[in-house]
Nanobody
Framework: QVQLAESGGGSAQAGGSLRLSCSAS???????MAWFRQAPGKEREFVSS???????AYAESVRGRFTISKDNAKNTLYLQMNSLKGEDTAMYYC????????????????WGQGTQVTVSS
């Protein structure tokens, strides 16, 4: 089992930046770590993931703007968000699963509480 806790959300101007952090209660080296987001009235959607072997995947909507990274020694996952757009407004969730990565939220069984990101123009 692993407990996850997100931080770093808040308000930003369009074109601005935010850095999200996800602190895990144990080592994360054996997990796929991922970020998902959900806006009101919309389905939860995949944002980015980093695998056990450090392969990285991004949703097309954030490619080139967001950067996922992790520090295994600190048990922490990060999401650097640059060039923010209004459509990035959502609750952002950190998620983990043992083994291979997926882009389907239903395949993840460990979740943080979420951190709100609001982008204004």
């Amino acid at each position: 089992q692993v407990q996850l806790a997100e931080s770093g959300g808040g308000s930003a101007q369009a074109g601005g930046s935010l850095r999200l952090s996800c602190s895990a209660s144990r080592y994360i080296s054996g997990f796929c770590m991922a970020w998902f987001r959900q806006a009101p009235g919309k389905e939860r959607e995949f944002v980015s993931s980093v695998s056990i072997s450090d392969n990285i995947a991004y949703a097309e909507s954030v490619r080139g703007r967001f950067t996922i990274s992790k520090d295994n020694a600190k048990n922490t996952l990060y999401l650097q968000m640059n060039s923010l757009k209004g459509e990035d407004t959502a609750m952002y969730y950190c998620a983990a699963r043992a083994g291979l990565c997926h882009n389907n939220w239903e395949q993840f069984n460990f979740w943080g509480q979420g951190t709100q990101v609001t982008v204004s123009s």
